[in-house]
């Protein structure tokens, strides 16, 4: 009877405290999964004696006990307050799962999966840390929707998730189980600024040097950095909430170029699911155009496929091969870089053009079928594919047709020598494709002619399009420069393309990207020069066009320059990354529309 009498009134506190103690059991989870995952980084990234091996083995089986008591406590509050049947029968299997590491903790003689791969990876904590990031995620995904409604300015946010992101990524690889004999504070620094603002530059010896713990951390940062911090965690607000703010909505819109606001989630979730699937698909195409006989262990093939997959479509240019895709055979297997070519090109192209291209398909596939399934003579073939997505894929084109048609002329005589048939043109293809952000390489750059050189550093300069995992100063840039000479060597005062009209603000805002463009690249290769007076002025100007552009790719002197000279290439790889003039605008404040207008006054040009 008086144990009756207690639950009730225990039932009864627990309805008239639900909301603030809910408030309190997240609090509570959201720092226990963080700390845990502080721990659980610890525990990877330094060696530990036999005491501290069983002390942590004690500390996860308590701290995963802890969870799970929070947990239940949060299933009870949950109780009736209108909160989905999925979440709650998710919660109640997190909760199975924490009680079953928690046995398995304390009671490891009783474990029945021992000696089999999945039993490895349990006694491995790999449970617990599933359990600890699922949490962690989905706290992270609640707070950043009170993030969102503080009134922060959006360009210098995205800025500043990536500076965060670079440290982060810094401090990981500094720990001793990150490399295999140790790394400076700047060489991290450097490899991860150089992860996160998918370049490929390298100061340190990156497949021999890291450990498979840092491999892991580079591509995590290389995956965050392609996609965007920013676009990243709404992408898990939606998905572990499944509803977004307005301020949220309304704070992303800008960053993805979205032109409809109710779109925006939706485009944040299509960006995220696109870059899973074609990195899937690349990876597993990357697996079959291996040899088994060069790599003859499968779980080295699996890592090789996923890594290089991540990177291509990032256009990282970051590989675990000691020479990169120069190395030993690998340069001789041309399905492999027809695979790295594809996935260059599409994480390339952007996410917008994408979208568009495949509305446009799906509509012309419809249009067809209705015309063979119903014998329809004339089906409404609505404007599909708007201006930005033809300038991007003619612009795109051009310059791979020039960059190919420039590598084989240049270089049939001297890097091609080695291929034969087909081989020259795959090798040269991919030599036109991997300037323009991606960063691989298929032959040894520092013997490339002087010609190529120079066509380099254009393909390098413009980059790939916008709203893409590449850098440089955009396609589009490059194209409305170009039809503005035009325009305006003809006399006509607006730039008009495939029956419509460009803004005047569109112009404008690609002469100031390129006039930034050649600013920061020029102060870049003014420093480097002065702190490093004994290297050729070509490899040192070819070093800050690939930093800039995130292109990655090097002449051979990275390893070799100073350490104001690697600050300065971090610096214009953020800079190359985010967007000049993004920095610019964001610290900038805006004006309102002006009310009045002066007299127009020429001034002289020419």
């Known amino acids: 009877m008086l144990f009756a009498q207690l639950s009730k009134h225990l039932y009864e506190r627990l309805q008239e405290h639900r909301p603030r103690l809910l408030v309190r059991a997240d609090a509570a989870l959201f720092y ?33 006990l802890g969870i799970a008591l929070v947990l239940v ?26 009680a079953y590491g928690v046995y398995l903790t304390f009671f490891p003689e009783r474990f029945v999966l021992e000696g089999t791969r999945l039993g490895r990876y ?22 950043s929707l009170s993030f969102y409604r503080r009134q922060y300015n959006p360009a210098l946010l995205f800025i500043g998730s990536f500076v965060v992101l670079i440290l ?41 040097g890291f450990t498979t713990f840092g491999k892991a951390v580079v591509l995590l940062l290389i995956q965050l950095g392609g996609l965007g911090v920013m676009t990243f965690t709404s992408f898990l607000t939606q998905f572990f909430q499944g509803s977004s703010s307005f301020q949220n909505q309304l704070f992303m819109q800008g960053l993805i170029n979205e032109e409809s606001i109710g779109n925006t989630m939706r485009t944040i979730g299509n960006i995220v699911w696109i870059t899973f699937l074609v990195e899937l698909l690349g990876a597993g195409l990357i697996f079959f155009s291996l040899d ?18 991540i990177s291509a479509f990032c256009n990282a240019g970051f590989s675990t091969l000691p020479a990169g895709l120069y190395e030993g055979s690998f340069r001789f297997n041309y399905p492999l870089q027809l695979v790295i070519i594809g996935l260059v090109l599409v ?25 063979l399934y119903y014998q329809e003579r004339y089906v409404y073939r609505p404007r599909l594919l708007n201006v930005n997505t033809k300038v991007v894929l003619l612009t795109s084109a051009a310059l791979l047709v020039l960059g190919t048609a420039a590598y084989l002329g240049f270089e049939y005589h001297h890097s091609l020598r080695e291929h034969q048939g087909a081989g020259k043109f795959v090798t040269a293809l991919f030599g036109g494709v991997t300037p323009r952000s991606a960063g691989f390489n298929t032959v040894d750059l520092s013997r ?24 440089g100063i955009k396609t589009t840039t490059f194209a409305l420069a170009v039809l503005n000479i035009y325009t305006i060597a003809r006399g006509k005062e607006r730039v008009e393309l495939f029956g419509r009209q460009v803004p005047a603000r569109s112009v404008q805002q690609a002469f100031a990207v390129m006039m930034l463009s050649f600013l920061v690249v020029g102060l870049a290769t003014l420093a480097l020069a002065a702190l490093n007076p004994g290297l050729p002025p070509l490899s040192i100007a070819f070093e800050a066009f690939a930093a800039y552009s995130t292109a990655g790719l090097s002449l051979g002197i990275t390893a070799g320059l100073s350490a104001g000279s690697k600050l300065v290439l971090v610096l214009t790889m953020l800079l190359g990354r985010v967007g000049t ?26």
């Not at 005491?51 to 004690?58: F, K, P, Q, S, V």
């Not at 406590?73 to 924490?98: K, T, Y």
């Not at 050189?453 to 850098?471: Q, R």
């Open 73 to 98: 406590l949060r299933l009870v509050l949950l109780n009736r307050v209108g909160v989905p049947r999925r979440w709650l029968v998710v919660e109640c299997l997190l909760v199975l799962v924490a």
């Open 581 to 606: 003039f993004t920095l610019i605008a964001g610290m900038l404040r805006k004006t309102d529309d002006l009310h009045y207008r002066y007299p127009a006054e020429s001034i002289i040009i020419t």
């Open 292 to 309: 088994a006989a060069v790599m003859p262990l499968l779980h080295e093939r699996l890592g090789f496929a996923v890594f290089h997959s």
């Open 347 to 371: 994480g390339g192209l952007g996410f917008p053009i994408i979208f568009n291209l495949y509305r446009y398909l799906r509509e012309k596939s419809y249009q067809r079928w209705r015309q």
């Open 32 to 64: 226990l999964s963080l700390g845990g995952l502080l721990v659980f980084l610890y525990d990877l990234g330094f060696a530990h004696s036999a005491a501290g091996e069983a002390a942590l083995n004690i500390f996860y089986g308590v701290y995963t």
């Open 168 to 208: 982060l990524g810094a401090g990981l690889l500094l720990l001793p189980r990150a490399t295999v004999h140790g790394i400076s504070p700047l060489d991290a620094l450097f490899t991860a600024a150089s992860a996160v603002c998918v370049t490929g530059l390298l100061t340190v010896d990156f497949a021999n």
């Open 122 to 143: 349990i006694e491995q904590d790999l449970l617990i840390l599933a359990v600890l990031l699922y949490v962690f995620l989905i706290e992270l995904s609640r707070r």
């Open 448 to 471: 490339l002619t002087l010609p190529l050189v120079l066509v380099y550093l254009l393909l390098m300069w413009i980059g790939s399009s916008p709203a893409s995992t590449g850098g």
